[in-house]
Antibody, heavy 114, light 107 residues
């Protein structure tokens, strides 16, 4: 059974870069062609799709975040990562990683504050 | 870019009743790429329906999905206490794989 686990700092200062990693177990990122997603939920708001990556390295980004966003994959570590630059308080959210829509991490809260 | 609009924003019902949730897309989409998720506080979202009408693994047959073109529906018959949550639709046929704004199903 596939499991995903987000990791990274819980607090990021404004204007800095938010970096998260999703570690995958029970499945190999380099096997079948899944979409490895990042999704977030700001406090009191709905789900927002951030972007995703495939094993080939092809990426798909939300238009509203594209200028600040980078998603990468490390098949040797069976991980994929998110980098969001120039963060503001509006980027405060619970961040989830997911394989397609079928398997999700538990989420990690990232707060942007000085 | 496909925009998804869900209605109603909040649906107040009682256990045993039937819930009908709507998701409208801004343009006609292929129904094979429409999903529904259930989200409870403090938990990860859970896939309920994929391909607009296919129940995900472990989902009760009280859940059914339908629709085509721009109008899609998630129906929950005979509501159980564990069904009360926020439900989101998502289109995953083409990037961006946007979510609707959600429908809160409350007791």
């Amino acid at each position: 059974q596939v499991q995903l686990q987000e990791s990274g700092p819980g607090l990021v200062k404004p204007s800095q870069t938010l970096s998260l990693t999703c570690s995958v177990s029970g499945d190999s990122i380099s096997s079948a062609d899944h979409y490895w997603n990042w999704i977030r939920q700001p406090p009191g708001k709905g789900l927002e799709w951030i972007g995703c990556i495939r094993k080939s390295g092809s990426t798909y980004y939300s238009p509203s975040l594209r200028s600040r966003l980078s998603i990468s994959v490390d098949t040797s570590k069976n991980q994929f990562s998110l980098k969001l630059t120039s963060v503001t308080a509006a980027d405060t959210a619970v961040y989830y990683c997911a394989r397609d829509g079928t398997a999700w991490g538990q989420g990690t809260l990232v707060t942007v504050s000085s | 870019e496909v925009v998804l609009t869900q209605s109603p924003g909040t649906l107040s019902l009682s256990p045993g009743e039937r819930a009908t949730l709507s998701c409208r897309t801004s343009q006609s989409v292929n129904s094979v790429s429409l999903a529904w998720y259930q989200h409870k506080p403090g938990q990860a979202p859970r896939l309920v329906m994929y391909g607009s009408s296919n129940r995900a693994t472990g989902i009760s047959d009280r859940f059914s999905g339908s629709g085509s073109g721009t109008d899609f529906t998630l129906t929950i018959s005979r509501l159980e206490p564990e069904d009360f949550a926020v439900y989101y639709c998502q289109y995953y046929g083409a990037s961006p794989f946007a979510f609707g704004q959600g429908t809160r199903l409350e007791i």
